[in-house]
Nanobody
Framework: QVQLVESGGESVQAGGSLGLSCAAS????????MAWFRQAPGKEREFVAG????????YYADSVKGRFTIARDNAKNTVYLQMNSLKPEDTGVYYC????????????????WGQGTQVTVSS
């Protein structure tokens, strides 16, 4: 079991930047692939970014590529999402997720989830 707690969500103006954190506890954090998903009101949860257990491989949704950066610090049991050039369509609840296999883009493929943190981007 691994427990995930997100933080850092807030309201920001379009074009601004925001950094999210996800702190993990429980089993060995470094053994997990980590990902960020988001869910806007009335929409399905969608993949944003993923990072493998060592941090050597990352993968991004096309909608955030070049603007968002995922990173991890295994010594601190934390994964990060740096979001730049934010757009109103980036608004949603951002979730941290973990799985033991390689990066996947479907939410059903992840075993562990945080409670989410709200990001609101105003125009």
């Amino acid at each position: 079991q691994v427990q995930l707690v997100e933080s850092g969500g807030e309201s920001v103006q379009a074009g601004g930047s925001l950094g999210l954190s996800c702190a993990a506890s429980g089993r060995t954090f470094s053994g997990y692939t980590m990902a960020w998903f988001r869910q806007a009101p009335g929409k399905e949860r969608e993949f944003v970014a993923g990072i493998n257990w060592w941090g050597s491989t990352t993968y991004y949704a096309d909608s955030v590529k070049g603007r968002f950066t995922i990173a991890r610090d295994n010594a601190k049991n934390t994964v990060y999402l740096q979001m730049n050039s934010l757009k109103p369509e980036d608004t949603g609840v951002y979730y941290c997720a973990a799985r033991t296999l390689s990066i996947a883009t479907m939410s059903g493929q992840y075993n562990y989830w945080g409670q989410g943190t709200q990001v609101t981007v105003s125009s």
